[in-house]
């Protein structure tokens, strides 16, 4: 006995240094109460498992460990702990053609939140325009069972691991190794319960994912074995640890049964056979149903219901039937069903409705065919400004490509009615934004990296696409803002195209009060320096945290811009600042950004900058043109030109 003694004492102290270390270990052989895990959207706990997703579409879930794990050293850049896990999952499909959801997967995530993350083939873990992008520091092992082309899938069941990216660095068919030359596949969807090992060691920088059936000894040899995988750049200090799955067209079950993790050490071992088995508790108390529905299918009423659909069908296809005219084919050809945007909208729901604006609504919709979140602008019926409208946002916007436009996903014509399907922009416009949010106030910093958004956009329309296209509607409201912030310019509904080295052509005063600038109103003819004064004037509103006409204010402050003039005029220019940001500003760029405006919102056109111009000073890489001369030959010009546009 005595000389176990020092041996113990060794292993209490090699315990006490990884507690004093901060690693991490747990273990969960069965899940007791919904607290055990923070379970997020469709997931819930239904004794004694979790499951990530139920018998509805699309949907996702995320079970997440309550507590950040550490997985670098406090203030450390390349040091990364290594990390053991273990756990057990079921997927089960809603129908006997095993048809399932898009899968599970664990995930290793600063972000307790979703972070607007979306369905189908994302699987929870990301969205369009996130995806791919290193600031997600995401891990994932994916336990896939659609194929998706896009993100390179090898087929319809696999395990990929995934950094930042659904396009796994590496995949193989789901599996396991009997012995080192036998490949047993395996079914994710069967059914069954499923044990998955996942190894990363930091020193050799060796990343192993291991499956086979649950209660089966562990394989010799690994499914997937990623070597010199440094996760220097993935690891931020804590990192969050769980689950996430979605759900698409087909409907699944994913849950787990049981799970333990340990950071620095070997997972805890799973007493895997006490676990239920998922497939008859959830799969048996439809089979009776079944049959009772197939018994009832009488010849008579089959016949009834083979003329009754017929002449249905006839009757929608004549209802239904759409003129495809010379433009559509032109300029923009994906066009979307009807179905499928009324699917999306849940039928065009009130509760769906994101906005209004001069020719119709605007519904937030999930597409059926791929989980993809959607805005559907739907063009008033039986208007000829409407359908005009539709012509040159799909002429225009259909074929501009820029990470600060918002992407045109397609249309769709039903008889009179017009829709256009865009990306959902999760965090509305910029006017709800700083205009709708009395709780939180939007930082500067956010502010002036939306304001370069814009600008980058602009000089994209102006100059450096194959035709100039002036937007003429440039407004806060018409700037939304994705999950990161990142601003992107829409609703081209007013755009128009023309040559390089071509003259605008004369037209009706358009646009919003406010923001449409005095030669319009007097000449009518509109030039991207028109786009540049109605982009001084979202300067200044973002700066200041003002509309630009507010008629409840005094004469002298009833137009911003003659107000931020005249605050200049007299020395003052900071106390234009938005109240709301407090001193939580860098003053240099606050009087960048007030005198940029000043300077974009000229009475006189030609002496205004063009967008190059402004993108290089919202850089630093240029320096503001003189401030010191009047803006204005009248002292009230810009209020007589918002009085002659409304």
């Known amino acids: ?62 079970a997440i460990y309550p507590h950040p794990v550490r997985m670098k050293d406090k203030g450390s850049i390349n040091t990364t702990s290594s990390f053991s896990t273990t756990f057990v999952f079921s997927i089960v499909p809603s129908s006997s053609n095993s048809v399932s959801g898009q899968g599970l997967a664990f995930i ?10 979306i369905a189908s083939q994302f699987l929870g873990l990301v969205n369009f325009s996130s995806n791919g992008q290193p600031y997600n520091h995401l891990l994932a092992v994916e336990f896939d069972t659609i194929m998706d082309e896009e993100f390179q899938d090898i087929n319809d069941n696999h395990v990929g691991v995934d950094l930042n ?26 059914g069954q319960n499923i044990q998955a090992w996942i190894d990363y060691d930091h020193l050799q920088q060796q990343f192993n994912v291991t499956i086979a059936l649950a209660g089966s000894p562990r394989p010799q040899k690994p499914l997937i074995s990623v070597k010199n995988l440094s996760l220097e750049a993935i690891f931020e200090e804590k990192m969050y640890v769980g689950f996430s799955a979605a759900t698409g067209v087909a409907v699944a079950n994913h849950c787990i049964l049981a799970w333990s993790f340990a950071t620095n050490g070997v997972a805890p071992v799973l007493d895997t056979f006490h676990l239920p088995s998922l497939v008859h508790k959830i799969s048996n108390s439809k089979s009776s149903t079944r049959q009772l529905t197939a018994g009832v299918t009488a010849a008579s009423v089959l016949l009834l219901m083979v003329v009754f659909v017929a002449a249905l069908v006839i009757w929608k296809r004549k209802r239904d039937t759409d003129f495809v005219e010379e433009w559509e084919v032109a300029y923009w050809p994906h066009r979307f069903n009807y179905k499928d945007l009324y699917i999306a909208t849940k039928g065009f729901h009130d509760e769906h409705v994101l906005g209004c604006g001069g020719f119709g ?8 065919s791929n989980g993809l979140q959607v805005a559907v602008k739907s063009i008033l019926r039986d208007t000829n400004k409407g359908v005009k409208e539709f012509v040159a946002e799909i002429s225009s916007l259909g074929r501009l490509q820029h990470r600060n436009l918002v992407q045109l996903r397609g249309y769709c014509r039903r008889g009179a009615q017009l829709f256009i399907v865009y990306d959902y ?31 980058s956009g602009l000089l994209y329309l102006h100059e450096e696409w194959e035709k100039v296209v002036l937007h003429r509607d440039i407004k806060s409201s018409n700037v939304l803002l994705d999950a990161e912030l990142n601003a992107k310019l829409g609703d081209f509904g007013l755009a128009r195209l023309y040559e390089h080295n071509e003259n605008p052509r004369t037209t009706y005063v358009v ?12 000449t009518g003819k509109a030039t991207p320096y028109s786009d540049v004064y109605s982009f001084g004037i979202l300067l200044l509103e973002v700066a200041c945290g003002r509309k630009p006409v507010d008629p409840s204010l005094n004469e002298a402050q009833i137009v ?48 205004r900058v063009g967008m190059r111009h402004v993108v290089q ?4 890489k240029a320096p503001l043109p003189d401030t010191s001369f009047p803006f204005s030959t009248e002292g009230n010009g810009s209020i007589n030109s918002w009085m002659s546009s409304i």
């Open 1 to 62: 006995m005595g000389g176990m003694r020092p041996v113990l004492a060794v292993l209490l102290v090699l315990h006490m240094l990884l507690i004093a270390q901060g690693n991490t270990s747990f273990v969960f052989n069965q899940f007791k109460t919904s607290t055990d895990l923070t379970l997020i959207e469709n997931a819930s706990f239904r004794s004694p498992v979790i499951c990530l997703t139920g018998q509805s579409d699309p949907v996702f879930g995320r």
């Open 108 to 117: 290793m995530t600063p972000h307790k939140s979703p972070m607007g993350a």
């Open 165 to 190: 990216n659904l396009t796994s660095v590496d995949s193989k068919s789901a599996g396991y190794w009997i012995g080192m030359n036998h490949f047993q596949d395996l079914h994710l969807i069967s």
């Open 361 to 368: 609504r605007v519904y937030k919709g999930v597409l059926p």
């Open 425 to 455: 922009m999760p965090n509305g416009s910029l006017e709800k934004m700083i205009f709708g949010n009395p709780i939180r106030t939007l930082p500067w910093p956010q502010r002036y990296r939306i304001l370069k958004d814009v600008a």
């Open 511 to 522: 646009g919003t009060p406010g923001y449409i600038p005095p030669e319009l109103v007097h």
């Open 560 to 607: 911003l811009v003659d107000w931020v003039r005249e605050l200049h005029a007299e020395g003052k220019l900071m106390d234009a600042a938005d109240p709301k940001l407090g001193c939580e500003f860098v003053e240099d760029d606050m009087e960048r950004v007030l005198k940029l405006g000043m300077v974009c919102c000229n009475e006189e056109a030609e002496e």
């Open 617 to 620: 000073i919202l850089d630093d």
